[in-house]
Protein backbone atom coordinates (compact mmCIF):
# COMPACT_ATOMS: atom_id res chain seq x y z
CA UNK A 1 0.00 0.00 0.00
CA UNK A 2 2.27 2.30 1.14
CA UNK A 3 4.66 1.60 -2.47
CA UNK A 4 1.28 2.24 -4.54
CA UNK A 5 0.76 5.96 -2.49
CA UNK A 6 4.53 7.03 -3.46
CA UNK A 7 4.40 6.11 -6.71
CA UNK A 8 0.95 8.38 -6.72
CA UNK A 9 2.80 11.05 -5.34
CA UNK A 10 6.01 10.59 -7.54
CA UNK A 11 3.79 10.80 -11.17
CA UNK A 12 1.66 13.86 -9.32
CA UNK A 13 5.23 16.10 -9.00
CA UNK A 14 5.99 14.83 -12.38
CA UNK A 15 2.78 16.30 -13.69
CA UNK A 16 3.25 19.44 -11.56
CA UNK A 17 7.01 20.08 -13.21
CA UNK A 18 5.92 19.07 -16.44
CA UNK A 19 3.19 21.84 -16.46
CA UNK A 20 5.66 24.67 -14.91
CA UNK A 21 6.98 26.44 -18.64
CA UNK A 22 10.14 27.71 -18.16
CA UNK A 23 12.29 30.00 -20.61
CA UNK A 24 15.42 31.46 -20.64
CA UNK A 25 15.25 35.83 -20.52
CA UNK A 26 18.50 37.03 -20.33
CA UNK A 27 20.40 33.82 -19.03
CA UNK A 28 17.94 33.72 -16.37
CA UNK A 29 14.93 30.93 -15.95
CA UNK A 30 11.31 32.41 -15.60
CA UNK A 31 7.91 30.51 -14.69
CA UNK A 32 6.17 32.17 -17.83
CA UNK A 33 2.81 30.77 -16.22
CA UNK A 34 3.61 33.55 -13.59
CA UNK A 35 0.99 36.22 -14.70
CA UNK A 36 4.08 38.43 -13.97
CA UNK A 37 6.42 36.93 -15.99
CA UNK A 38 4.34 36.42 -19.51
CA UNK A 39 6.60 36.81 -22.30
CA UNK A 40 4.75 35.90 -25.59
CA UNK A 41 1.06 35.88 -26.48
CA UNK A 42 -0.34 32.21 -26.03
CA UNK A 43 -2.20 33.01 -28.75
CA UNK A 44 -0.05 34.54 -31.51
CA UNK A 45 0.20 37.68 -32.97
CA UNK A 46 -2.65 39.79 -35.17
CA UNK A 47 -1.67 42.00 -37.94
CA UNK A 48 -5.39 43.64 -37.98
CA UNK A 49 -7.50 43.41 -41.40
CA UNK A 50 -9.70 46.35 -41.84
CA UNK A 51 -12.09 47.87 -44.29
CA UNK A 52 -12.98 51.32 -44.44
CA UNK A 53 -16.91 52.23 -44.84
CA UNK A 54 -17.42 55.88 -43.76
CA UNK A 55 -16.07 58.89 -44.06
CA UNK A 56 -16.70 62.68 -43.55
CA UNK A 57 -15.43 66.29 -42.58
CA UNK A 58 -16.50 67.52 -39.44
CA UNK A 59 -15.65 70.84 -40.00
CA UNK A 60 -17.58 70.78 -43.96
CA UNK A 61 -21.01 70.19 -41.86
CA UNK A 62 -20.13 72.20 -38.71
CA UNK A 63 -17.73 74.84 -39.05
CA UNK A 64 -17.99 75.30 -35.03
CA UNK A 65 -15.95 72.32 -34.50
CA UNK A 66 -12.75 72.62 -32.79
CA UNK A 67 -11.44 69.39 -31.59
CA UNK A 68 -12.67 65.87 -31.41
CA UNK A 69 -11.91 64.30 -28.47
CA UNK A 70 -13.97 61.42 -28.59
CA UNK A 71 -16.59 59.15 -30.55
CA UNK A 72 -20.12 57.69 -29.73
CA UNK A 73 -22.00 55.82 -31.93
CA UNK A 74 -25.51 53.96 -31.62
CA UNK A 75 -27.70 52.13 -34.21
CA UNK A 76 -27.95 55.61 -36.31
CA UNK A 77 -26.30 58.58 -35.24
CA UNK A 78 -22.54 59.50 -34.12
CA UNK A 79 -21.69 61.40 -30.80
CA UNK A 80 -18.79 63.83 -31.36
CA UNK A 81 -16.90 65.15 -27.92
CA UNK A 82 -15.18 68.53 -28.09
CA UNK A 83 -13.60 69.69 -24.50
CA UNK A 84 -12.24 73.15 -26.17
CA UNK A 85 -15.94 74.01 -26.38
CA UNK A 86 -17.47 71.86 -23.88
CA UNK A 87 -19.53 70.60 -26.47
CA UNK A 88 -21.06 67.38 -28.17
CA UNK A 89 -22.18 67.04 -31.98
CA UNK A 90 -24.26 64.65 -33.68
CA UNK A 91 -24.53 63.52 -37.05
CA UNK A 92 -26.11 60.94 -38.76
CA UNK A 93 -25.09 58.19 -40.61
CA UNK A 94 -24.35 60.15 -43.44
CA UNK A 95 -22.44 62.32 -42.03
CA UNK A 96 -25.13 65.08 -41.97
CA UNK A 97 -24.35 67.48 -38.93
CA UNK A 98 -27.99 67.54 -37.08
CA UNK A 99 -27.38 68.99 -33.62
CA UNK A 100 -25.23 70.51 -31.06
CA UNK A 101 -25.75 70.16 -27.49
CA UNK A 102 -24.22 70.82 -23.99
CA UNK A 103 -22.07 74.05 -23.13
CA UNK A 104 -20.16 75.59 -20.99
CA UNK A 105 -21.40 77.26 -17.84
CA UNK A 106 -22.07 76.68 -14.34
CA UNK A 107 -25.39 76.75 -14.76
CA UNK A 108 -28.42 73.91 -15.92
CA UNK A 109 -27.17 71.92 -18.46
CA UNK A 110 -23.66 73.35 -18.07
CA UNK A 111 -19.95 72.21 -17.79
CA UNK A 112 -17.23 74.39 -16.83
CA UNK A 113 -15.28 71.58 -18.52
CA UNK A 114 -15.70 68.44 -20.55
CA UNK A 115 -13.90 65.65 -18.65
CA UNK A 116 -15.90 62.69 -19.31
CA UNK A 117 -19.00 61.23 -21.92
CA UNK A 118 -20.40 58.28 -22.30
CA UNK A 119 -23.14 56.84 -24.39
CA UNK A 120 -24.88 54.12 -21.94
CA UNK A 121 -28.45 52.61 -22.55
CA UNK A 122 -29.40 55.23 -25.23
CA UNK A 123 -28.05 58.40 -22.99
CA UNK A 124 -25.23 60.28 -23.20
CA UNK A 125 -23.53 60.97 -19.68
CA UNK A 126 -21.03 63.35 -19.02
CA UNK A 127 -19.15 65.06 -16.40
CA UNK A 128 -16.88 67.83 -15.16
CA UNK A 129 -14.63 67.11 -12.66
CA UNK A 130 -17.53 68.09 -9.76
CA UNK A 131 -20.80 67.38 -11.82
CA UNK A 132 -22.34 65.01 -13.93
CA UNK A 133 -25.09 65.32 -16.17
CA UNK A 134 -27.47 63.04 -18.49
CA UNK A 135 -28.77 63.44 -21.90
CA UNK A 136 -31.04 61.91 -24.25
CA UNK A 137 -29.95 61.18 -27.37
CA UNK A 138 -31.46 64.49 -28.59
CA UNK A 139 -29.52 66.49 -26.01
CA UNK A 140 -32.54 67.08 -23.39
CA UNK A 141 -31.22 67.10 -20.20
CA UNK A 142 -32.45 64.16 -18.04
CA UNK A 143 -30.67 64.58 -14.73
CA UNK A 144 -27.98 66.36 -13.00
CA UNK A 145 -25.65 65.33 -9.72
CA UNK A 146 -23.21 67.08 -7.73
CA UNK A 147 -20.03 65.60 -7.00
CA UNK A 148 -18.83 66.94 -3.44
CA UNK A 149 -15.16 66.30 -4.78
CA UNK A 150 -12.39 67.11 -7.73
CA UNK A 151 -11.55 64.95 -9.68
CA UNK A 152 -9.82 64.14 -12.71
CA UNK A 153 -9.79 62.34 -15.02
CA UNK A 154 -13.52 60.60 -14.15
CA UNK A 155 -15.18 57.49 -14.57
CA UNK A 156 -18.71 56.56 -13.61
CA UNK A 157 -19.62 53.33 -12.08
CA UNK A 158 -23.14 54.13 -11.08
CA UNK A 159 -25.85 56.37 -10.14
CA UNK A 160 -24.29 56.26 -6.84
CA UNK A 161 -20.41 56.11 -7.41
CA UNK A 162 -17.52 57.41 -9.43
CA UNK A 163 -14.16 56.58 -9.71
CA UNK A 164 -11.94 59.67 -9.98
CA UNK A 165 -7.74 60.91 -9.88
CA UNK A 166 -6.90 63.78 -7.59
CA UNK A 167 -3.71 65.54 -6.22
CA UNK A 168 -3.33 65.05 -2.23
CA UNK A 169 -3.46 68.05 -1.09
CA UNK A 170 -1.95 67.48 2.21
CA UNK A 171 1.03 66.36 0.58
CA UNK A 172 4.48 67.44 1.83
CA UNK A 173 7.14 64.41 1.67
CA UNK A 174 8.41 64.20 -1.55
CA UNK A 175 9.14 60.33 -0.69
CA UNK A 176 5.19 60.00 0.04
CA UNK A 177 3.65 57.59 -1.90
CA UNK A 178 0.05 59.55 -2.14
CA UNK A 179 0.86 62.06 -4.26
CA UNK A 180 -1.81 61.26 -6.50
CA UNK A 181 -4.86 59.29 -5.34
CA UNK A 182 -7.57 57.00 -7.30
CA UNK A 183 -10.47 56.38 -5.29
CA UNK A 184 -14.04 55.64 -5.24
CA UNK A 185 -16.43 57.70 -4.05
CA UNK A 186 -19.91 57.23 -3.13
CA UNK A 187 -21.70 60.54 -4.18
CA UNK A 188 -24.97 59.87 -1.81
CA UNK A 189 -22.68 58.83 1.70
CA UNK A 190 -20.11 61.29 0.59
CA UNK A 191 -17.71 58.66 1.27
CA UNK A 192 -14.34 57.15 -0.38
CA UNK A 193 -12.27 53.77 -0.79
CA UNK A 194 -9.25 55.00 -1.71
CA UNK A 195 -8.03 52.17 -4.84
CA UNK A 196 -5.05 53.22 -5.51
CA UNK A 197 -1.74 56.05 -5.15
CA UNK A 198 1.36 57.11 -6.02
CA UNK A 199 4.22 59.12 -5.20
CA UNK A 200 4.58 60.32 -9.24
CA UNK A 201 3.16 62.86 -10.97
CA UNK A 202 2.93 61.74 -14.66
CA UNK A 203 4.08 64.91 -15.65
CA UNK A 204 6.85 65.71 -18.10
CA UNK A 205 8.48 69.37 -17.17
CA UNK A 206 9.95 71.82 -19.89
CA UNK A 207 11.73 74.61 -18.89
CA UNK A 208 10.19 77.87 -20.06
CA UNK A 209 12.16 81.37 -18.97
CA UNK A 210 12.19 81.28 -15.14
CA UNK A 211 9.26 78.74 -14.65
CA UNK A 212 8.39 75.66 -16.36
CA UNK A 213 5.79 73.56 -18.10
CA UNK A 214 4.43 70.41 -17.40
CA UNK A 215 2.74 68.20 -19.20
CA UNK A 216 0.92 64.91 -18.60
CA UNK A 217 2.13 62.85 -20.75
CA UNK A 218 2.53 59.04 -18.50
CA UNK A 219 4.23 57.60 -21.77
CA UNK A 220 7.97 59.45 -21.06
CA UNK A 221 7.30 59.87 -16.98
CA UNK A 222 5.88 57.60 -14.19
CA UNK A 223 2.21 58.28 -13.52
CA UNK A 224 -0.68 56.13 -12.36
CA UNK A 225 -2.57 54.65 -15.30
CA UNK A 226 -5.99 53.06 -14.70
CA UNK A 227 -9.41 51.76 -16.13
CA UNK A 228 -12.61 50.31 -14.97
CA UNK A 229 -14.18 47.04 -16.27
CA UNK A 230 -17.94 47.65 -16.28
CA UNK A 231 -18.36 43.80 -17.44
CA UNK A 232 -16.61 42.30 -14.44
CA UNK A 233 -16.67 45.32 -12.22
CA UNK A 234 -12.75 44.94 -11.86
CA UNK A 235 -10.71 47.97 -10.98
CA UNK A 236 -6.87 47.98 -12.84
CA UNK A 237 -3.93 49.87 -12.31
CA UNK A 238 -0.49 50.38 -12.79
CA UNK A 239 2.59 52.59 -12.31
CA UNK A 240 4.03 53.11 -15.80
CA UNK A 241 7.51 52.65 -15.08
CA UNK A 242 6.89 48.63 -14.49
CA UNK A 243 4.17 46.12 -16.80
CA UNK A 244 2.87 45.33 -13.96
CA UNK A 245 -0.61 45.91 -13.50
CA UNK A 246 -3.02 45.57 -10.50
CA UNK A 247 -6.53 44.02 -10.49
CA UNK A 248 -8.72 45.26 -7.47
CA UNK A 249 -12.73 44.55 -6.37
CA UNK A 250 -14.24 47.93 -5.54
CA UNK A 251 -13.57 47.29 -1.82
CA UNK A 252 -9.66 48.16 -2.79
CA UNK A 253 -9.19 44.62 -2.52
CA UNK A 254 -6.61 43.29 -4.64
CA UNK A 255 -7.34 40.40 -6.35
CA UNK A 256 -4.35 38.91 -8.14
CA UNK A 257 -1.27 41.35 -10.59
CA UNK A 258 -0.05 40.54 -13.76
CA UNK A 259 2.12 41.53 -16.58
CA UNK A 260 5.03 40.78 -19.03
CA UNK A 261 8.37 41.03 -19.02
CA UNK A 262 9.02 44.13 -21.12
CA UNK A 263 12.58 44.94 -22.70
CA UNK A 264 13.70 48.70 -22.80
CA UNK A 265 12.01 50.68 -25.98
CA UNK A 266 13.31 53.84 -27.96
CA UNK A 267 10.64 57.01 -27.67
CA UNK A 268 10.11 57.76 -31.41
CA UNK A 269 10.93 61.26 -31.09
CA UNK A 270 8.98 62.65 -34.76
CA UNK A 271 6.22 61.48 -32.87
CA UNK A 272 6.40 63.81 -29.59
CA UNK A 273 7.42 66.68 -31.55
CA UNK A 274 4.62 66.25 -33.86
CA UNK A 275 1.83 65.84 -31.51
CA UNK A 276 3.33 69.32 -28.84
CA UNK A 277 5.11 70.76 -31.64
CA UNK A 278 4.73 74.24 -29.07
CA UNK A 279 7.00 72.34 -26.95
CA UNK A 280 9.26 71.44 -29.64
CA UNK A 281 12.52 72.96 -28.31
CA UNK A 282 11.79 72.07 -24.93
CA UNK A 283 11.15 68.63 -25.03
CA UNK A 284 13.85 67.74 -27.20
CA UNK A 285 15.97 68.79 -23.86
CA UNK A 286 13.97 66.58 -21.80
CA UNK A 287 12.96 63.71 -23.57
CA UNK A 288 14.18 60.49 -22.12
CA UNK A 289 15.77 57.68 -24.33
CA UNK A 290 12.61 55.00 -23.99
CA UNK A 291 9.39 55.10 -23.32
CA UNK A 292 7.62 54.16 -20.39
CA UNK A 293 6.66 50.09 -20.42
CA UNK A 294 2.80 51.26 -19.96
CA UNK A 295 1.93 54.09 -21.36
CA UNK A 296 -2.59 53.68 -21.05
CA UNK A 297 -4.56 50.28 -20.00
CA UNK A 298 -7.74 50.47 -22.37
CA UNK A 299 -10.88 48.22 -22.04
CA UNK A 300 -12.79 46.75 -24.49
CA UNK A 301 -16.04 46.92 -25.25
CA UNK A 302 -15.63 42.60 -25.05
CA UNK A 303 -13.79 42.90 -21.97
CA UNK A 304 -10.27 42.13 -23.01
CA UNK A 305 -7.49 44.94 -21.83
CA UNK A 306 -5.71 46.35 -24.21
CA UNK A 307 -1.97 47.51 -23.14
CA UNK A 308 -0.03 50.00 -25.50
CA UNK A 309 2.60 52.96 -25.25
CA UNK A 310 2.23 55.31 -28.38
CA UNK A 311 4.93 56.80 -28.15
CA UNK A 312 7.72 54.41 -29.62
CA UNK A 313 7.89 53.59 -33.16
CA UNK A 314 6.35 49.84 -32.44
CA UNK A 315 4.31 51.29 -29.92
CA UNK A 316 2.14 53.66 -32.01
CA UNK A 317 0.52 50.71 -33.95
CA UNK A 318 0.85 47.65 -31.65
CA UNK A 319 -1.07 46.74 -28.30
CA UNK A 320 -0.67 43.57 -26.02
CA UNK A 321 -4.06 41.66 -25.20
CA UNK A 322 -5.27 40.42 -21.96
CA UNK A 323 -8.13 38.55 -20.78
CA UNK A 324 -9.38 40.04 -17.53
CA UNK A 325 -8.22 37.60 -15.57
CA UNK A 326 -4.66 38.69 -16.86
CA UNK A 327 -3.62 36.03 -19.55
CA UNK A 328 -1.33 37.32 -22.45
CA UNK A 329 -3.31 36.66 -25.07
CA UNK A 330 -2.58 38.76 -28.49
CA UNK A 331 -0.05 41.03 -29.70
CA UNK A 332 -2.17 43.05 -32.00
CA UNK A 333 -0.60 45.02 -34.71
CA UNK A 334 -3.00 48.39 -36.52
CA UNK A 335 -2.88 48.28 -40.47
CA UNK A 336 -0.57 51.47 -41.69
CA UNK A 337 -2.11 54.71 -41.43
CA UNK A 338 -3.95 54.17 -37.65
CA UNK A 339 -2.46 54.58 -34.76
CA UNK A 340 -3.24 53.15 -31.08
CA UNK A 341 -3.54 56.21 -29.15
CA UNK A 342 -6.32 58.03 -31.69
CA UNK A 343 -8.36 54.71 -32.74
CA UNK A 344 -11.92 54.04 -31.19
CA UNK A 345 -13.66 51.24 -30.75
CA UNK A 346 -17.40 50.62 -30.96
CA UNK A 347 -19.49 47.87 -29.41
CA UNK A 348 -20.46 46.38 -32.45
CA UNK A 349 -16.77 45.72 -33.34
CA UNK A 350 -16.00 48.43 -35.64
CA UNK A 351 -13.33 50.90 -35.04
CA UNK A 352 -12.69 54.33 -36.01
CA UNK A 353 -10.40 57.45 -36.02
CA UNK A 354 -10.20 61.69 -36.20
CA UNK A 355 -7.81 63.01 -38.44
CA UNK A 356 -6.88 66.38 -38.21
CA UNK A 357 -5.72 67.98 -41.77
CA UNK A 358 -5.36 71.12 -43.61
CA UNK A 359 -9.09 70.98 -45.13
CA UNK A 360 -10.51 69.90 -41.65
CA UNK A 361 -11.48 67.46 -39.51
CA UNK A 362 -12.28 64.19 -40.71
CA UNK A 363 -13.80 60.91 -39.12
CA UNK A 364 -13.20 57.91 -40.57
CA UNK A 365 -14.69 54.49 -40.02
CA UNK A 366 -13.51 50.95 -40.29
CA UNK A 367 -15.33 47.69 -40.25
CA UNK A 368 -12.89 44.74 -39.46
CA UNK A 369 -12.58 41.55 -40.81
CA UNK A 370 -10.55 39.11 -38.66
CA UNK A 371 -10.89 38.40 -34.73
CA UNK A 372 -13.88 40.59 -34.47
CA UNK A 373 -14.79 38.53 -31.17
CA UNK A 374 -11.45 40.99 -29.21
CA UNK A 375 -13.70 44.03 -29.98
CA UNK A 376 -17.85 43.38 -30.47
CA UNK A 377 -18.95 43.96 -27.12
CA UNK A 378 -21.01 41.26 -25.23
CA UNK A 379 -24.50 41.12 -24.34
Known amino acids: MKKIILLILIISAMFVFSCKKTEKIKGKKVDTNNLLQQTAPKKGEIDLEVKKVLSFDLTKANPEVLTVNDVMKDSGNYYFTDANNVKIYKYDNSGKFVKSFLRKGQGPGELTSLFYAKLTDGNIITSSYNKIIKFDSEG ?31 YKDKDSPELKIVELFNMEKEKAIKLASTKYSGQIVIPKGRGYIALIIPSLSPGIIWAYDKIHKIFYYA ?23 SKPTPVDKDIIIEKFGAFKEGLKKVLPENVMPIGKIKILPSGYIAVYNGYSKTGKREMDIFNYKGKYLYRLKLPEGLVVDSVIFFNDGNIGTIKEEEKGTIFLEYKVLNNRELFVKKD
Open 140 to 170: KVISQKKINKSYYPIEIVNEKSVIGERFNME
Open 239 to 261: ISNEYRIHALDLKGKELFTFGKI
